[in-house]
């Protein structure tokens, strides 16, 4: 066996690797083995679910959420996450694979247009889909104004998510239901609503509430 391969560990992922190191458990294992271990770096994913259905024309929303998905990157990625962006109206659409290149999001984002109704539900269950391989923290942010075009289908689909550890949050502007984000939320306090003119501002403010470096 190579003694030089390196093992990695992912308990107390989150030391210094010499703190990591000085743990008298790890020296044991070290010593057993013939093998240096390090920590694994945490891994943080977040989709942003952005609603393009035709109402989203409204009052400027859409241009807000553009921005406030840029915004909202900025913020995500000064935390360690990678973002990626799935748009949905009438059918769900991936736009981008999760990644920390913020040129590449901004592109995608102005492509963006609004059409269509909203299925939220095959938006939900394509991000479930492309987390499911991923570990560490992993979360769906919901951008929305009105309510899916199937909302039992949609409650299935969160309460489905939730099950694979993925935690939902959802921001919706003041002609949304407020009730039923809730319903769909990991944690009540993760549905948050704004003012449609604040949309920009409110988007950026989740991510705020992600979890910070480790």
């Known amino acids: 066996m ?14 210094p690797l010499k703190k990591f190191r000085d ?30 259905s035709g109402s989203m024309s409204e009052g400027n929303k859409l241009e807000q959420a553009k921005k406030g998905a840029i915004g909202f990157a900025i913020e995500a990625q000064s ?6 962006l799935i748009n949905f109206s009438t059918y769900a659409e991936l736009m ?11 592109a995608v984002v102005e492509d963006l247009s609004p059409k269509g ?5 095959a938006a939900i269950q394509l991000a479930q889909g492309k987390l499911s391989d991923k570990t560490g ?4 942010c919901i951008i929305t104004d009105g309510l899916p075009d199937n909302k039992e289908a949609t409650l299935e689909a969160a309460k489905e998510a939730r099950m694979h550890g993925i935690e939902i949050m959802a921001i919706g502007t003041d ?17 948050v609503m704004v003012l449609r003119d604040q949309l920009e501002r ?13």
């Open 96 to 106: 981008l694979d999760p990644q920390k290149v913020l040129t590449q999001i901004t």
């Open 79 to 84: 935390k360690e996450y990678s973002v990626g």
């Open 137 to 140: 923290d992993k979360i769906i």
């Open 117 to 121: 109704s909203t299925n939220m539900t």
């Open 2 to 15: 190579d003694n030089n391969k390196t093992t990695t560990n992912s308990i107390d992922k989150n030391l």
């Open 175 to 191: 002609d949304a239901d407020k009730s039923f984000l809730e319903q769909i939320v990991t944690r009540k306090e993760l549905s």
């Open 202 to 214: 409110g988007i950026v403010s989740m991510a705020k509430m992600l979890p910070g470096k480790k």
């Open 23 to 52: 743990k008298s458990w790890v020296k044991k294992l070290e010593a057993a083995s013939g093998k240096s271990m390090i920590p694994n770096k945490s891994r943080k994913t977040v989709y942003l679910l952005i609603d393009c």
